[in-house]
Structures are given as structure tokens and as C-alpha cells.
């Protein structure tokens, strides 16, 4: 005889990305063996287990980084100084940009980012399964979901990690080109070290054909230079790196 059982709660947000584990995996494997096999061994199926494991039978609205711990121990890995780039609001041309800066790396180009990227996941804490139907929505339901939690602690991890001269691409084609409540904002610029980063050296790309404005002096951008300037870190700012508009006009 089957239990009957309550009917997922309706989340706000979308439900978890269909075959999430089989992905999961899949991407593991990918990256430990074809993208980055110099990385030496890392248990996929471990891996893969301590990720779901990190929410399923939870409250997707209480999860905390302890969830992820586990998850984060299996894949720690270093990023060279003077190699980390950070983005907010410039997702492609970010991606673009260490398409063919193979030497750089986002958080995306990492094992945990790559694996992770796009995709969406919660549990429920009255079944052992994921919730295909909907999950909590970070602005309408709950801002400590499991899937906003997990990509604060990788981004968190990330920027304590990184080392030099730290990069970031900003959208100065847009408003609050530096947004104090975005995840750039939030985590990774309070988590970099004043010990071991030397400077941030920003990137302001506009888009194609949109006039020419200066955004390093505007003031969102000042918000962010006075930060780091509490914080003891080095900044510099370029609009239009040559190197990355080049990419957005193919
Ligand atoms: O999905 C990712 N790959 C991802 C998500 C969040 C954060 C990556 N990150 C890391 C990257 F390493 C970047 O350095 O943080 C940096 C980018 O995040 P951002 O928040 O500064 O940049 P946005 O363009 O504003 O946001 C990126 C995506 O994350 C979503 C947002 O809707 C967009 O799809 N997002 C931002 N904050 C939250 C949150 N608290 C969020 N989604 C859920 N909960």
C-alpha cells in the first residue's frame, strides 16, 4: 500500500532543472577529464552524492553554508594568482572573454561553478527527492534557499582564494554598473583578502554603439573604490578593455 503524501509546497521560482544529478555527474566527469584532466583525481560520485545531499530532505528555506561543506571539501581547487575574474551583470562577455584567456578563470570556470552553472535545485523536507514542481524564488520566497546559499558559498570560497591582481567585467551600459546588492557586491568583495590581493582592476565594457560614457567615474563605480579603499585593496578601473570589445563585435 502507498503512503499518501502531502503535495509539494508551490515555490515561486522554478522547480529543479530535470536529470539534475545525471548532469551533475556528467559535468563532473567533463571537466575532471576533458577540460582540466591536470587537476588530478576528484571522486565524481562522491561528489556528486555530497551535492544532492547538501538539500534533499531539507527546508529549501533554511539552508546554510555548514549544508555545503561537505561539497566544498571534496572540491577545493586553486586558482593562480593574478587569474581570477569576477563578473556581475556580464555573464557572456565574461565567459567569452576566458573562452579565449584560457589562463584566466571565473567561478564558472572552476569544477563546482561549471558543474552548478544554470541550473536549478531544491528538496522538500517531508520526501527524499527533489522538488521538479517549483522552488523558493530568492526574491519572492526566501532569500537563503539552497540554490542562492550555495552560489554565496562558492563566490565566498572564490574570492578568499584568490590572490595578485584580482579582475572583475562590469556592465557600465546599465545604472548601478557596481551593485552593492549583487553577489560581486555582497560576497566576493568583502571576502577578498587585503593580505594576499593586491589590487582589483576593473573592466567597464558599454555596449556596441551605445555613446561613449565614462563609468569609472561614476558613482556607483566610486561606491566600490571607496570600499576597498576601507579595506585596504588597491583599485583601478579601464573602460572598454580593448582585448574583451574586440569579442563583442563577433
Ligand atoms: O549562476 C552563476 N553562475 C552565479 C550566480 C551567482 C553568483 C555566479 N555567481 C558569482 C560569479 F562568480 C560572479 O563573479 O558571483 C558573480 C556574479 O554574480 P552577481 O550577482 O554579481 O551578478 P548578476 O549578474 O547580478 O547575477 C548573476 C546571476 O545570479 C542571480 C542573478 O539573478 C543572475 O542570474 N543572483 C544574484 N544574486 C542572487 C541570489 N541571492 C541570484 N540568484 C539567487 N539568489
Wanted: hydrophobic share 30%; net charge neutral.
Amino acid at each position: 500500500i502507498l503512503m499518501w503524501r502531502p503535495p509539494p509546497k508551490q515555490w515561486k521560482g522554478e522547480g529543479t532543472t530535470a536529470h539534475l544529478y545525471e548532469i551533475l555527474l556528467g559535468r563532473c566527469y567533463t571537466y575532471t577529464q576533458i577540460v582540466r584532466p591536470e587537476l588530478g583525481h576528484k571522486d565524481c560520485q562522491k561528489i556528486g552524492k555530497a551535492f544532492t545531499k547538501a538539500f534533499l530532505s531539507k527546508d529549501p528555506c533554511s539552508s546554510t553554508e555548514q549544508d555545503y561543506q561537505p561539497l566544498m571539501e571534496l572540491t577545493d581547487e586553486p586558482v593562480p594568482c593574478d587569474k581570477t575574474l569576477f563578473w556581475s551583470k556580464s555573464s557572456e562577455l565574461a565567459h567569452d572573454y576566458t573562452r579565449v584567456r584560457q589562463d584566466m578563470f571565473t567561478l564558472e570556470d572552476t569544477l563546482l561553478g561549471y558543474m552548478a552553472d544554470g541550473l536549478k535545485w531544491c528538496g522538500d523536507p517531508g520526501s527524499s527527492e527533489m522538488n521538479y514542481h517549483s522552488c523558493p524564488d530568492w526574491r519572492e520566497d526566501c532569500s537563503n534557499n539552497s540554490f542562492s546559499v550555495f552560489w554565496n558559498t562558492v563566490s565566498k570560497r572564490f574570492a578568499e582564494d584568490a590572490c595578485g591582481v584580482v579582475h572583475v567585467v562590469l556592465n557600465g551600459s546599465i545604472r548601478n554598473t557596481f551593485d552593492e546588492r549583487s553577489t560581486f557586491g555582497r560576497v566576493e568583495v568583502f571576502n577578498l583578502r587585503p593580505e594576499k590581493v593586491n589590487r582589483l582592476q576593473a573592466w567597464v565594457m558599454h555596449d556596441l554603439g551605445s555613446v561613449h560614457s565614462d563609468s569609472c567615474s561614476s558613482s556607483s563605480v566610486n561606491d566600490l573604490k571607496q570600499i576597498l579603499k576601507r579595506r585596504s585593496i588597491t583599485f583601478s578601473c579601464q573602460n572598454n578593455y580593448r582585448p574583451i570589445r574586440l569579442l563583442q563585435c563577433v
